[in-house]
């Protein structure tokens, strides 16, 4: 014992050689615990234990693509709604806390209520998605590895060009998962001042490789 | 012969009105013979992939849907057809314009946008399926191509 306590820093003397494996080991479990209670949030079932998910976006989620495909593999909530990087997530997390509160408040406990906000609700969303290029679809879906040829006429011919003019998923997909809300598509009198949606901007790229060309 | 659902459903309840007036036979529906709270046994249908436009086939044919329209929803807040065939986003997407029919009313009147009345493009416009056709279809046009 007299040889080991040689080696032991000042610090571990201080405390006591068990005391630091009470923490090593107390650290674990804190560690083990909050990564638990982190993930255990980050299940469908723990989403949709709320009303508000279950009655409205989630309902509307199982008839798309996402939900239910040919081979089984599926998008769930946290998928597409939580970044999977450590930083970006627990970002995501603190976020979720004003979530907590209008669930409390009652926020949007109708779907009435829900629907009243739902174009607040997607842009939210959008914003986010803009602003990360996207991230959530391309944890999957990369771009360097699509093959054109595999894929319809319509979307062989858009996504090649959407990615030279700098676009990103949801700057077209919009609506893929969950009901859009009221969107002003230019139509006459349908929604006429409603949301607008923007496809992504029309990059001056275009107009210089337009100039090229000529 | 293109199949063509619309048609061949007119003529689906023509015969079947011919069947019943013209004999005692039993009319057999084009489910088959299930009770109605049985599912029938149908085939699986595949919408057709993506090809290029399909020729009308008499003057004034709603032109058919060339693509798969899975998933694409017409509801009161968005209508996804409008989304690329649209006069302002055709041009981007490549896709058909809305005609210029679409922009009159009722009476006629021309209007400065698409007419509400023409709003559930898939009412006339249809998608394409491999599916047999239920009953025989002679239909020929009565003009050349060409309008």
């Known amino acids: 014992m007299m040889s080991l306590e040689k080696y032991m820093p000042a610090w571990v003397k201080r405390i006591g050689l068990l005391t630091v494996f009470a923490l090593f080991a ?23 234990s709320c ?23 599926r998008a769930t909530c946290p998928d597409c709604h939580v970044p999977k990087e450590w930083g970006p997530k627990m970002v995501r997390k603190i ?52 093959d054109y040829t595999e894929q319809g ?35 006459g009198k349908q929604n006429e001042g409603a949301v607008e949606i923007s496809h992504g901007e029309k990059p001056a790229a275009k107009e210089e490789n337009k100039a090229e060309a000529k | 012969m293109r199949f063509i659902p619309a048609l061949a459903l007119a003529a689906a309840v023509l015969f079947s009105g011919f069947g019943a007036a013209s004999a005692q036979e039993k009319v057999l529906s084009e489910r ?15 919408p057709e992939k993506d090809k290029e436009i399909i020729p009308r086939n008499f003057q004034k044919q709603p032109p058919l849907i060339p693509h798969s329209v899975k998933g694409y929803n017409i509801t009161q807040n968005f209508n996804k057809c409008m989304d690329c065939h ?21 009476e006629d009147k021309k209007l400065s946008n698409i007419s509400p009345r023409r709003y559930f493009c898939m009412q006339c416009h249809v998608p394409q399926f491999d599916a047999k056709p239920l009953v025989e279809n002679t239909y020929k046009p009565a003009a050349k191509k060409g309008e």
């Open chain 1, 26 to 48: 107390a650290g674990i479990v804190f560690w083990g615990g909050f990564n638990w209670a982190l993930e255990a949030t980050n299940k469908e079932s723990f989403c949709i």
């Open chain 1, 51 to 73: 009303h508000e998910m279950e009655e409205n976006v989630f309902r509307e989620y199982q008839n798309t693509i996402h939900y239910t495909n040919r081979t089984g593999v």
């Open chain 1, 95 to 146: 976020q979720a806390s004003n979530e907590v509160l209008h669930k409390i408040l009652g926020t949007i406990d109708t779907p009435e209520k829900f629907n009243a906000k739902r174009a607040q609700l997607a842009q939210n969303e959008w914003k986010r998605m803009k602003a990360n290029d996207s991230q959530e679809c391309r944890n999957c879906h990369r771009y360097d590895y699509m």
């Open chain 1, 153 to 187: 006429n319509r979307a062989a011919k858009q996504h090649p060009q959407a990615f030279i003019d700098g676009k990103t998923c949801i700057d077209c997909h919009k609506g893929i998962a969950h009901q859009l809300p009221a969107i002003d598509q230019h139509i």
């Open chain 2, 32 to 46: 088959g013979d299930v009770a109605i709270d049985q599912t029938s046994k149908v085939d699986m249908f595949r």
């Open chain 2, 86 to 106: 649209s006069k302002e986003r055709a041009e981007e997407t490549g896709a058909t314009k809305v005609a210029k029919s679409h922009y009159l009313d009722r």
